[in-house]
């Protein structure tokens, strides 16, 4: 079969000719498809049975341009190859924390997975102050196996360059390159903004020491091979509910710094808890789901960092470090010093890199729906203001960054800030 | 033609079966072959019409394994790929200082290229105390053009992950990682040193805050994808005479950080450096010698550096740093801060990195003929010891590293305790 973009009625043609896919279904006479993409590279259907509920699909397929830009922005296919590949990786080395594959057909650009019906997209619940007390738990998880197990912590030097190998792309990488780590910073026609928050925008375009760092932690995207990254791992990314939790779209995977993805997600949290000072006008109420976020923030942390070091411990396979590097008096406190300064890298690449993420969110191109979500826009920019300040001071301040309290005391002191603002206070 | 190793005989077939090599001789009747290889990994042989002088040509074949450990140690011939790909991009972009290639032969693992045959290895001029003045010249272009042409200051994102994709190289990658980041540093059978640095050698393995700065520079050459890097550049990697210098045997190749090259030249002069106190029993000749060793040193890094920044200057067309990022008040002044800060970390991984190759030959599987030339173990060891010290504070101490004159300080004094070992001062 020759690529074609499938649209609702040649998607149930598909679907009636892939025998893993007309397995699924007891009858197809009279399934129904829609599409539901609400991303900005893709088309997303959901195919299902109306007389089975429990029968239905989800075909995601790659458009050969990057959507939200419309086709002047043209983008390979080939990314759909870098979904599936980390999509069944996914399911090999932390089985239920993303969906199930059926079908990859590579010709056609396009997986056929397992359709969540029971879960919603992460940020959805955010705004909603929906709490998931398995969360932190789940998604430490998925970050600790997937992150320690592509790494040279855990592969042999063959084993991981040739997995790197087959992750080389540039033009997603590109993507971020350029909307996360430049364009927002600097004058560019896509880049828009909550005109509340001008001269703020312009300050951060004018501050050098931030710029500076900004691109310290772009050229670290760009050049540290540490480990297979998701490399988009904002709350858009996560499908949750109360008991389950499934990481989707790693079309952006490649191999990157680790610290991407714990930021990415610490960020978007981030967001949300700004988000909250306009969507929750309740100060009780707005006070007890920011304290759920700080606490999911540092148990993110907490757990993910106490995962890492205990595979280190029980899996140190890797070409990095040979056991027998340790073998000496002291070697023992050697190794554990330095899983201390490995660990405490890792927290100051997670600050660096996730707030390039949440920062370029208030200038770039493309905000997140917990922001742009919000009407009045007086109201919009105390949050905006407030991860501008987080942001700005996790990227400049995190090379004295040693704990989960060094993140979490920066957004309580300027979560005060935004109060005072909230309540009218200068 | 299928592989097959070359001898003296069958090398002279070989070229009589090739156009181009069959062209660079006036006479094929008469040619004689002879094998000059000196290395660990391959067969080098000289082609010469004896009737003829300047009529000769050198074939560097592959073979399936390291010849230095013998059989065991099988590695795959693809290296040649390298090797060529290299070659053929330094006459590109630095041409005059490689040799030129004739024939690059995939599938007999071999390359086919210009006989330097007024030209000596550079360590052998090093230990005979010759100047050499247009070197620091030569090489410092070679690395400023080549490294900062490899890089994303210089090549768009699609271009430059091409090219690190073709120069996935994990067989040679693991000799580096295992030889010069791993082994020496801990109990290994191939390890083999001076006995009487016994004492120093145990205390190098048992010295936690060098192994744990080891261990962070091993992970920045596995994982730092920065240019493409040559990662054998010893002074047994490059052909000299008073006027000429050549770049040889990049198999070594693949895309890590800059300063690994920088360093491992760097660090190969301060092993000369420290072989004189043997090698130059006179005090004034060794003197005279060892301070052009320090000028040569300084006069690479600053050549390096400005030339580097000059290239910078006037080709920033890479996926890094869009001209337009520096678009505000103040911009030009915060590009000048970046650059500074950018060649100040090339500085600091050039003295760590290259520490790392000097440490290594003082107590590893391969010495340097500067050191293992030493007849006298005494004062073989006020050398190694020379260049222990040199190395392990290169290593510990870069992070403070700002400019040529902290390389060069700390070689000074550690001159200074080495002329009273050889003085027979305690």
């Known amino acids: 079969m020759t690529y074609h973009a499938l649209d609702n009625n040649t998607v149930l043609d598909y679907v009636r000719s892939q025998p893993e896919l007309k397995a699924l279904f007891s009858d197809l006479s009279n399934l129904s498809a829609r599409e539901v993409g609400d991303g900005n590279l893709n088309m997303v259907f959901i195919v299902s049975n109306p007389r089975a509920p429990t029968e239905s699909l989800v075909i995601k397929q790659a458009l050969p341009y990057l959507r939200v830009l419309g086709e002047s922005y043209p983008l390979t296919r080939e990314r759909m190859r870098f979904e599936a590949q980390a999509l069944l990786l996914y399911n090999e080395l932390t089985p239920g924390l993303a969906p199930q594959v059926y079908v990859y057909d590579e010709k056609m650009s396009l997986v056929a997975m397992e359709h969540l019906k029971n879960h919603e997209v992460m940020r959805k619940s955010l705004v909603a102050r929906k709490q998931l007390p398995l969360f932190a738990d789940h998604i ?132 949300n808890f700004g988000a909250h000072f306009a969507h929750t006008r309740d100060a009780a109420a707005r006070a007890a789901y920011q304290n759920y976020l700080i606490e999911t923030i540092r148990d993110i942390w907490l757990l993910f960092a106490a995962k890492f070091e205990q595979l280190w411990l029980e899996n140190s396979t890797g070409e990095l470090v040979p056991n027998a590097y340790w073998h ?11 899983r201390q300064h490995y660990i405490r890298q890792l927290l100051q690449d997670t600050a660096g890199l996730g707030a390039c993420e949440s920062l370029r969110r208030m200038m770039g191109v493309v905000s997140v729906w917990d922001i742009s979500s919000i009407g009045d826009n007086q109201l919009r920019a105390i949050a905006e203001r407030f991860v501008i300040r987080v942001s700005t001071r996790w990227i400049v301040e995190r090379s004295s960054f040693s704990s989960a309290d060094d993140l979490v005391g920066i957004i309580r002191e300027e979560a005060e800030r935004a109060e005072r603002s909230v309540n009218g206070d200068p």
Chains 1, 2 share one sequence.
Request: hydrophobic residues 40%; contains cysteine.
């Open 140 to 271: 430490s998880t998925f970050l600790a196996h997937i992150l320690f197990k592509t790494s040279d912590l855990y592969r042999t030097g063959h084993e991981k360059k040739a997995l790197q190998a087959s992750y080389i792309n540039p033009s997603l990488c590109k993507i971020q390159e350029d909307f996360v780590f430049t364009n927002p910073y600097m004058e560019s026609p896509e880049n828009n903004w909550n005109t509340e928050i001008n001269a703020e925008v312009q300050a951060v375009r004018r501050n050098v020491p931030l710029k500076l760092a900004i691109l310290e932690l772009k050229e670290k995207y760009m050049t540290q091979g540490q480990a297979l990254i998701h490399s988009d791992l904002h709350t858009g990314s996560i499908m949750v509910n109360e008991q389950d939790t499934r990481v989707i779209d790693p079309e952006f995977s490649f191999f990157g710094p680790m610290g991407y993805d714990i930021g990415a997600l610490l960020s978007n949290l981030v967001l």
């Open 328 to 338: 000496f008096p002291e070697g023992e406190t050697a190794f554990a010093v330095y």
